[in-house]
């Protein structure tokens, strides 16, 4: 299953995984079997198949004719499956006794004192909102050649596993095998550390090369730290997306955004109560409304300025439409229905280099033929006409908003 780690009010991580209990009793465990490999013996498997569908298809008929299945076995059926789809929510989203989502922590946080390592590599998953912060600002900062990537995609068993793909769609990013340690999944990575590891295998994560050693894995330290601790090694060094005059009110808009939206959004998609999902719902679209109408009159969260705290909006928002509204039950309203909010998102994506970051195939890939409680066919929808490429590619006419001040930052 697939488990995501935040500690940190205003960052997160995302981690994937399946736990495989000991037992495989109805009554202590479910244990979902991967989809067959091209490999097996197709032939075989077709056979056992029909001879499975067959056999139920007589018992039904024999039991009930032609008529649909009489309400006991509905009953029956609905209650084994909300039984199985209970314990499979818990460990996919730990939640509180209201059945509300509760985010564990991250394990591992950004010393006081900056690493001073000569070779850092990030590892990162594209579908992760939170790992596609540390991608955008990378990729703002100039820091691509500095620091390297090696890009996890999600495995059929919720892990995060490497490939090498050998093709690319145009520049946009696309996984890719591990290029330091040449690990097959992202838990063999972890246990490299001195000491190993056994705990949750989360994107994004700050590797030292030289030391073997987890640095962090919790994204806003890690985007903080590519701002403004590598400014040596920056392609783009006098970018500051953190300047000091603007961080208590960068604070104050994490401190509403980061529970409400970043979080708020899988506090709708993993409730396991009615009252859970109401409260998260409630929270996310008012949250919204109130970013909407703030945005109608500044440009980007804290004025004329880009900023931390409007990357970390925006890779929840680009992720709305084609996965929250959808996938995880946010349906009041599509962002396209919010105006000034998608106008602002276009803008951000309209930054260079910022598009190629965004893989919708991968993103969508990895929510919906991975959650399996919340979509067991792991059946992908279209991708809606409003985000594709060349729809955020339209004119956002957001520049007048600072045009007459010429401190707005935008990568050289």
Known sequence: ??????????????HLRLHAPPKTSFKSACHVIPRM????????????????LNLINNISKLLWGPSLPPGLLISTVRTAWTSAWQLMMSQLAPSDPSGGYTRPPSKFRLPRQTPTATELHLYVGLPCPWAHRTLIIRALKGLEEAIPVSIAAPGLDGSWEFKDIPYRDGDTLVPTRDKINGCGNLKEVYRLRRGGYEGRA?????WDVDQKEVICNESYDIIEFFNSGLNGLAQNPGLDLSPAELKGEM????????????????????????????????????????VEDHLGGSRYLCG?????????????????????????????????????????MRDIYQIPKVASTCNFPAIMDGYYQILFPLNPGSIRPLVPSGCDHEFLSRPHNRESMSAADKRVQYVS
């Open 1 to 14: 299953m697939q488990c995501i780690s935040i500690s940190h009010p205003r960052a997160s991580t995302c």
């Open 37 to 52: 490999s091209l490999n097996d013996d197709n032939s075989r498997t077709t056979t056992t198949t029909n001879n499975g």
């Open 202 to 206: 989360t994107v994004p994560m700050l």
């Open 251 to 290: 604070e104050e808009w994490n401190r509403v955004i980061y529970p409400n939206v970043n979080n708020g959004v899988y506090r709708c998609g993993f409730a396991q109560s009615q009252e859970a999902y109401d409260v998260a719902a409630n929270g996310l679209f008012s949250t919204l409304d109130k």
């Open 304 to 344: 004329h300025r880009l900023t931390l705290a409007d990357i970390c909006l925006f890779t929840t928002l680009i992720r709305f439409d084609v996965v929250y509204n959808v996938l995880f039950k946010c349906t009041k309203k599509k962002l396209l229905e919010f105006p000034n909010l998608h106008a602002y």
